[in-house]
């Protein structure tokens, strides 16, 4: 069975490079350009894990996943932050936000499917 994946990024680029890496390793993937979009997007949805940029238009990462956090049916779905930011301040903030783990761009395509594979298995 393939995992079912959220991602959520502002960056085309980053976008097409996450559909073209978890496509390519089976994985099912569903894509949001901002933190409104992607709960839109998980609404009625079920996906095995959440990946989240953090600086984004409208809704930025840190709210996203507080808003996914406050709904029942995701309060244990593993979300993985990907972003430039690297800064510990910003890991613990994620992490009090809700975040699984915290994967730095430019990802290694390998890596982030072998994250998603353990968070989600």
Known sequence: MSLKVLAV?????????????????GMELY??????HGLEVLDGLEPDAIISDINMPRLDGFGFIEA????????ATPILVL???SAAELKARARAAGATGWIVKPFDPTKLVKALNMVAG
């Open 9 to 25: 990024d502002d960056s085309r680029t980053i976008r097409d490079m996450l559909k073209l890496t978890l496509e390519h390793a």
């Open 31 to 36: 894509l949001a350009e901002d933190g409104v």
């Open 68 to 75: 996914v956090r406050g709904q029942d049916r995701h309060r």
């Open 83 to 85: 972003t430039t930011e």
